[in-house]
């Protein structure tokens, strides 16, 4: 199974950020959604970065309240790490536990077409596996 299948979920549009929104408003635009990232993107839709809650914390830490007035390309994890559809579940799984982040998006044609979560991969290797246990149980009993 490939990350493709998360591309026809009901959840809607990707959140995104634009490189020259100020910081101030990305960190609104998570907390009014309740979010803890966003793909940071060009006007082309080519994904350029992440911005996080992390970023956030570091960026305060390090320049202070004025960084809530920088545009959000500056202080955005560039370059983000990104996948094609058809990179299978397990593979991105491991790429983000490897790479200890949270959330990837999907591109093609250097264009952004998705984003994942971990806890996205993760439910929906939960779902296969309970899948995969009921119908094992069933095999048993039925024989």
Same mark, same amino acid.
């Given at each position: 199974?490939?990350?493709?299948?998360? *591309? &026809? #979920?009901?959840?809607?549009?990707?959140?995104?950020?634009?490189?020259? &929104?100020?910081?101030?408003?990305?960190?609104?635009?998570?907390?009014?959604?309740?979010?803890?990232? !966003?793909?940071?993107?060009?006007?082309?839709?080519?994904? !350029?970065?992440?911005?996080?809650?992390?970023?956030?914390?570091?960026?305060?830490?390090?320049?202070?309240?004025?960084?809530?007035? *920088?545009?959000?390309?500056? !202080?955005?994890?560039?370059?983000?790490?990104?996948?094609?559809?058809?990179?299978?579940? *397990?593979?991105?799984?491991?790429?983000?536990?490897?790479?200890?982040?949270?959330?990837?998006?999907?591109?093609? #044609?250097?264009?952004?077409?998705?984003?994942?979560?971990?806890? #996205? *991969?993760?439910?929906?290797?939960?779902?296969?596996?309970?899948?995969?246990?009921?119908?094992?149980?069933?095999?048993?009993?039925?024989?």
């Amino acid at each position: 199974m490939t990350v493709a299948r998360f *591309l &026809d #979920d009901a959840r809607g549009p990707v959140i995104a950020a634009h490189v020259t &929104d100020s910081v101030a408003e990305v960190v609104k635009l998570l907390a009014g959604r309740r979010i803890g990232c !966003v793909p940071v993107v060009e006007h082309d839709q080519r994904v !350029v970065g992440i911005f996080s809650e992390r970023d956030v914390i570091y960026g305060l830490s390090t320049r202070g309240a004025e960084m809530l007035d *920088l545009p959000v390309g500056e !202080v955005m994890t560039s370059p983000p790490e990104t996948i094609d559809k058809e990179m299978p579940v *397990l593979a991105a799984l491991s790429l983000m536990t490897r790479r200890r982040i949270r959330h990837l998006p999907i591109v093609e #044609d250097g264009r952004m077409i998705g984003f994942i979560s971990i806890g #996205d *991969l993760v439910k929906s290797r939960i779902d296969r596996i309970e899948a995969e246990a009921d119908a094992m149980r069933e095999y048993i009993q039925s024989a």
